[in-house]
């Protein structure tokens, strides 16, 4: 079993910064994780993700050159650092986890993952 615990959203004006973190609480560092966001009637979508393994990191368009994400193996923990906000960023953001796969190939997809954070709330005034 892996439990997820996010942290650090909030409400930030537009152009302002967040980071969020998200630690794991498992024997190991998960393969794969990643974060999500859902907005009130809309989808979950794939925001950016990371394998641990490799460091290799992949984001969404939408937030290319404005997210980054981020880990810490040594504390099983994952960032996202957000820069630059605007308002249609705002959502709830999930962490989520596959322990011992690779995300089913695409880690930007939420069938890859098998753990799910309970989520922070980024709001962004417009």
Same mark, same amino acid.
Do not use: H
């Given at each position: 079993? =892996? ?15 967040? $980071? ?7 024997? $190991? ?33 939408? =937030?290319?050159? $404005? ?43 939420? $069938? ?15």
């Amino acid at each position: 079993q =892996v439990q997820l615990v996010e942290s650090g959203g909030g409400s930030v004006q537009a152009g302002g910064s967040l $980071r969020l973190s998200c630690v794991a609480s498992a024997y $190991r560092q998960p393969n794969c994780m990643g974060w999500f966001r859902q907005a009130p009637g809309k989808e979950r979508e794939g925001v950016a993700a990371i394998y641990s393994g490799t460091g290799a990191s992949y984001y969404v368009d939408s =937030v290319k050159g $404005r997210f980054t994400v981020s880990q810490d193996n040594g504390k099983n923990t994952v960032y996202l650092q957000m820069n630059s906000l605007k308002p249609e960023d705002t959502a709830m953001y999930y962490c989520a986890a596959d322990l011992w796969g690779l995300c089913s190939g695409n880690p930007l997809l939420t $069938r890859g993952y098998s753990y799910w954070g309970q989520g922070t709330q980024v709001t962004v005034p417009s």
